[in-house]
């Protein structure tokens, strides 16, 4: 069986058929979606209810009385005033409220006429109002990217380029496709035409169904007319669009062929646009003549009073609104006779269900470019990263002047302790930063399964060793000249090893952080109790004798330690100390000696390098499991309880 994605039809029409034939997936996820090439979604009872605790009454987002239908070709805007529940009710929809155990979900979604069940992805794409992209990677990378993942390695390099090139000219985004992307921080395209590469790549799966919330906001008045223009003209090729649309502007209001108004979680209207203002009016909320509809109906279904009214006058219209609204006659085509069973229920949901599309090792391949590019090009961060090595390392080296006589062995742990404790914060912070930003990224590519948890962490802690050893290294030959470290041989080039090998250690540790922590404030938070932890188990602020016993484990895994040790081991062992002059404590001879004092001597560069990758392996498993544990879920939408099972319930609770 075959199946041809659409962008190969749309090919094929401007005479490409060569590259058209390319363009087949043998892939039953593509085929169910092309099976749905028109989405006719309709809803009713969506009800969405918030536990505030034992004692408090439970808050209703949306009151069960939302109800409406989205057709093929046609535009459908949600409308209401702010806090109205027109997000919720976009991503109830779209099954994409985020699950809490206080939150729950009620309602019945129809996709051309058959009913979905409760916890069954859409065929469509949703897009958020404020989409991450990598900031380095330009227009056309980002998308040949998601190319790649989402129709698999099967196209070949012109016919994945054909792919692009239209998407980008249907988006208007054929003029900035080698600029960079940017973000609030690094300087890219701008945000009208970001809010277009967040459709463009949602277009790549060619979905038939479009979620939008808030396309428009934050653009001026001509960027959302062209957004609008660009979403008509999705909607005419034949795509359900469903935007939440906040205060629009009439010329953005008049491209939309429905309106559905909430207001405090009710259905208010629902129906085409141009019967509204009629609609209004019929129920007493007259329109002034000079008064634009879009403004004039959101006016009407806002709570605030209007010119001339009473409180009750206007509780009255929002009252008699929303019963109009219950009683209204919506046609939500629904065949009644299609679900026999529970199980086409399911059949017709698992069809849908999202899966990677390329191959493991493609995914891995992918998402490590993609994390190394990012790493090089960020050249701002670079070149401070490269700074701050450089100049710590001259303090270092200003300061510190290592010879050979007894005080200079407190100089030396007193060195080695704090490269080991500054190398360790930097990598941890750096990686604090970075990792939650990126994290929101990826959290939505791995809701919608472009690629597997496993080859993007895989890639991603392999992009970041070649800059932590190089970064390791500039560090590290400029302070070891300056202060004197051991000239013996082969103890510089441990010396580079085991920093980087620490420098690797406090990354994964970063990771490990990042990948529990929900958000960077958090991340940051828990990140200077950590590092004391381990600056306390450092290996000498604390003997082992005197570590209490629950807390012995703690120096096993310590980072700073064992880089501290690692560090110690290959400086001190074969040094010769000089008896006299100035001392600090008995006197020690050799760096045996020294090391003995703290406990160090007993264990080989080998023993250290060993515990350092065990540490580092099993932080990244850890982080692994951590990004998978923490991975967005989503609320199941239960069907509505009926009168019966609500007086079953209340009689169980009365007993
Ligand atoms: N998961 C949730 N937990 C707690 N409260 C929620 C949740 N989801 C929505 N709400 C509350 O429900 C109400 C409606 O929110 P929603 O974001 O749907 O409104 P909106 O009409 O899109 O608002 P705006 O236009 O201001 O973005 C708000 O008071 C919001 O705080």
Redesign the pocket.
Known sequence: QRSIVSWGSRLQKRGASSVEDEIVVHDDHIEAMAGLSQVDLSFEGIE?T?NKGKHKEP?Q?LDGSIRGRARPGRLLAIM??????????MHALAGR??E?S??QLFGRRYVNGKELAGDSPLPAALIEQDVNFFPHMTVRETLDFRVQLQLGSRLSKRARHKVVDDIMEQLGLTKVADSIVGNSKVRGISGGERKRLSIAVEMIASPALIFLD?PTSGLDATAATKLVQTLRDLADEGKTIVA?I?QPSQHVFDKFDDIML?SE?KLMYFGPREEVRAYMNKYGCKAPADMGTAEHILDCVSADLLEGETAEDASNRMDRLAKNAANQNIDLGIAKTAIESNSQLQRFSSGMSHRPRSSLLTQFRLLLQRSFREISRGKLVLFVKLVQQVTTALIYGGIYSLGTNQASIQDRFGLLSLIAIGTANMAIAQSIRAFPREKSIISGELASRMYRTLPYFVGKALAEIPLVTFMSSVFGSILYRLTGLSRMTGKFRNFLGLLSMHGITAEATGLLIGAFSPSSDIALAVFPAILVINIIFDGKNISEENTPRLLKWVPKIGLIRWGFEGLCVNEFEGLEFDVGGPRRGPVAKTGADALARFGLGSRSLGDVLRAQMIITGGFYALSYLGLTLTRQRFQVMQPPLDNKQILDDAKEKEL
């Open positions: 969405m918030l808050k987002i209401g005033p702010s806090g109205a529940g027109k997000s919720s009710v409220i985020k809490s206080a939150l808030e939440v906040h909430v979680g």
